[in-house]
């Protein structure tokens, strides 16, 4: 199976702060990752598909980016409903993988 | 509008087979490159991927489950179903079903999985004798 390590897995931050969240993947999977946000008693909803395309409705302080191993999910100006748990996932190949997790709590 | 839901026991007993449905409206499982796959979350844990199968029951499953896991679609009902046997306590937590898309290499034509866009709102298992 393919690993997928998030870093980190706790990021404090205060509202207005610009976060980055790193997902590196085992093997190349060339842009065949997304991020998705859950919050607490929720489903995990979707950000960004490919690697960086933004999903409808997403508000664009959220980027994506990477390809291969290394891939990233920027938060430009952090808003209250952002503090929440962000996951990566690879489906470059079965299984499909999640990372362990980003907690983004309030500092 | 795409949307799905999980329904089953809230409680199942150790060494008892669970069943989930998952009943889908927006999209059909009669044509078209799509799927609907199952995907667990234990308390405090990250989500793992269980299983898929499209609109061709084409099948796929986790090999880490695959010899407890079963998946099955009723087209006539828009619904998918997933059996998973022999229940541990270890097996608690959220189940969700979402919808997938099933893609395909350029160069081999060979299928790779899709990310998963539309989620149920996910159903709590406890595994408890």
């Known amino acids: 199976d393919i690993q997928l390590t998030q870093s980190p897995s706790s990021l404090p931050a205060t509202v207005a702060d610009s976060v980055t969240i790193t997902c590196r993947a085992s093997q190349d999977i060339r842009n065949d990752l997304s991020w998705y946000q859950q919050r607490p008693g929720k489903a995990p909803k979707r950000l960004i598909y490919d690697a960086s395309r933004l999903q409808s409705g997403v508000p664009s302080r959220f980027s994506g980016g990477g390809s291969g191993t290394v891939f990233t999910l920027a938060i430009m100006g952090l808003q209250p409903e952002d503090f929440a748990t962000y996951y990566c996932l690879q489906h470059n190949t079965y299984p499909p993988t999640f990372g362990g997790g980003t907690n983004v709590e309030v500092e | 509008q795409i949307t799905l839901k999980e329904s089953g026991p809230t409680v199942v007993k150790p060494t008892q087979t669970l069943t989930l449905t998952c009943t889908f409206s927006?999209?059909?499982?009669?044509?078209?490159?799509?799927?609907v796959a199952w995907i667990r979350q234990p308390p405090g844990q990250a989500p793992e991927w269980l299983a898929v199968i499209f609109w061709d029951d084409d099948k796929r499953y986790s090999p880490s489950l695959k010899s407890r896991l079963t998946i099955m679609r009723d087209t006539s009902r828009d619904r998918v179903v997933l059996t998973l046997s022999d229940m541990d306590p270890v097996d608690s937590g959220t189940y969700y079903c979402?919808?997938?898309?099933?893609?395909?290499?350029?160069?081999?034509?060979?299928?790779?999985?899709?990310?998963?866009?539309?989620w149920g709102p996910g159903t709590g298992v406890t595994v408890s004798s």
């Open positions: 927006g999209f059909s499982l009669r044509t078209g490159e799509v799927g």
């Open positions: 979402a919808r997938t898309p099933r893609l395909y290499e350029h160069d081999s034509g060979s299928s790779y999985p899709g990310s998963f866009d539309v």
